[in-house]
Nanobody, 127 residues
Framework: QVQLVESGGGLVQAGGSLRLSCATS????????MGWFRQAPGKEREFVGG????????DVAASVKGRFTISRDNAKPTVYLQMNSLKPEDTAVYYC????????????????????WGQGTQVTVSS
C-alpha cells in the first residue's frame, strides 16, 4: 500500500503561484510513475501532469503547458507541482496519484491506470 498526502493548496489571486507537494509513505516510491489530476465541481477528473519513475520524463496537459511543472525527488520521497500564472479556471481539487510501472521512462496520463490516490488539496484562484 502507498499512502499519498498532498499539501500546498490554498487561495491565490489570478497570476499568482502555488507549489503542491505530495509526500508518500508505505512502499518504496521509485517503482511508481506519479501524476497530478484535478477535479472541478461538476466536471470529470482530468490529467494535469505526469512524471516517469526516474524523473527524466514529464508531460503536462495542454491547458497548463508553459505554466505548470511537475517534478519528483525520489530521495524524499515527494512529487511536486509548481503552478505559475494561475487562472480562475485552474480552481479545483488537486489529487496526487501513483501508478505501478515496469518502465522507468513511462509517463502515465490515463487516470484508470493509476493505483493509488491521495485525498486531494483545494486550489482556489480568485479573479
Amino acid at each position: 500500500q502507498v499512502q499519498l498526502v498532498e499539501s500546498g493548496g490554498g487561495l491565490v489571486q489570478a497570476g499568482g503561484s502555488l507549489r503542491l507537494s505530495c509526500a508518500t509513505s508505505g512502499r518504496t516510491f521509485s517503482p511508481y510513475a506519479m501524476g497530478w489530476f484535478r477535479q472541478a465541481p461538476g466536471k470529470e477528473r482530468e490529467f494535469v501532469g505526469g512524471v516517469s519513475r526516474n524523473g527524466g520524463r514529464t508531460d503536462v496537459a495542454a491547458s497548463v503547458k508553459g505554466r505548470f511543472t511537475i517534478s519528483r525527488d525520489n530521495a524524499k520521497p515527494t512529487v511536486y507541482l509548481q503552478m505559475n500564472s494561475l487562472k480562475p479556471e485552474d480552481t479545483a481539487v488537486y489529487y496526487c496519484a501513483a501508478a505501478a510501472s515496469r518502465s522507468i521512462f513511462a509517463v502515465i496520463t490515463t487516470k484508470d491506470d493509476y493505483d493509488y490516490w491521495g485525498q486531494g488539496t483545494q486550489v482556489t484562484v480568485s479573479s
